[in-house]
T-cell receptor
Framework: AQSVTQPDIHITVSEGASLELRCNYS??????LFWYVQSPGQGLQLLLK??????LVQGIKGFEAEFKRSQSSFNLRKPSVHWSDAAEYFC????????????FGAGTRLFVKA | DTGVSQDPRHKITKRGQNVTFRCDPI?????LYWYRQTLGQGPEFLTY????????KSRLLSDRFSAERPKGSFSTLEIQRTEQGDSAMYLC????????????????????FGPGTRLTVL
């Protein structure tokens, strides 16, 4: 069965510092991977997705993620964090026709300090 | 287009009562999904519809739960005889699936999520 692990429950970074959120997946075939962000009172928003091709994918809000098959990882990065990036981040993997079933990790809460 | 909307945003009920939630997807989207999110966890898939057909149900969806999408537009999720363990955020999402090249993942369409309905069972 597919699963997604986000090892860090929460992370605190200083504003302007770089960020890396870790994600490991378990899936037998080529995974279809996503990062979502959830702010308080807001719905989940897709940051970026990986299907195939270039293993470094660019997303919205200056985020990027790198797919590493050998490590079963899909880590999210941002070179300089802004206070508005404070939120909950979810890594996810999709299965089923057209990816109808999305399996989410438990999330990593990002705190940004001034 | 105003995105996916859910009603109500909050619901407090007593154990044993029935509750019903509504989801209005983005108008041209033919797929609609329900997820449940408990505190400190990621969303968990419950079920999804393609047009009015309910094509997949998770084992999390006990017989107290029923979902409908009668005309292929809005959907309702009903929980009968609520239990305290049903307390969670219920998320709805929609997407446009063209179904033409279902093996071609480039045709995957993003799921757009609503703000959720937070259920508290006392």
């Amino acid at each position: 069965a597919q699963s997604v692990t986000q090892p860090d429950i929460h992370i605190t970074v200083s504003e302007g510092a770089s960020l890396e959120l870790r994600c490991n997946y378990s899936y037998g075939a080529t995974p279809y991977l996503f990062w979502y962000v959830q702010s308080p009172g807001q719905g989940l928003q897709l940051l970026l997705k990986y299907f195939s091709g270039d293993t470094l994918v660019q997303g919205i809000k200056g985020f990027e993620a790198e797919f590493k098959r050998s490590q079963s990882s899909f880590n999210l990065r941002k070179p300089s964090v802004h206070w508005s990036d404070a939120a909950e981040y979810f890594c996810a993997v999709a299965q089923g026709t057209g990816g109808f079933k999305t399996i989410f990790g438990a999330g990593t809460r990002l705190f940004v300090k001034a | 287009d105003t995105g996916v909307s859910q009603d109500p945003r909050h619901k407090i009920t007593k154990r044993g009562q029935n509750v019903t939630f509504r989801c209005d997807p983005i108008s041209e989207h033919n797929r609609l999904y329900w997820y449940r999110q408990t505190l400190g966890q990621g969303p968990e898939f419950l079920t999804y519809f393609q047009n009015e057909a309910q094509l997949e149900k998770s084992r999390l969806l006990s017989d107290r739960f029923s979902a409908e999408r009668p005309k292929g537009s809005f959907s309702t999720l009903e929980i009968q005889r609520t239990e305290q363990g049903d307390s969670a955020m219920y998320l709805c999402a929609s997407s446009l699936w063209d179904g033409v090249r279902f093996l071609a993942w480039s045709s995957y369409n993003e799921q757009f999520f609503g703000p959720g309905t937070r259920l508290t069972v006392l």
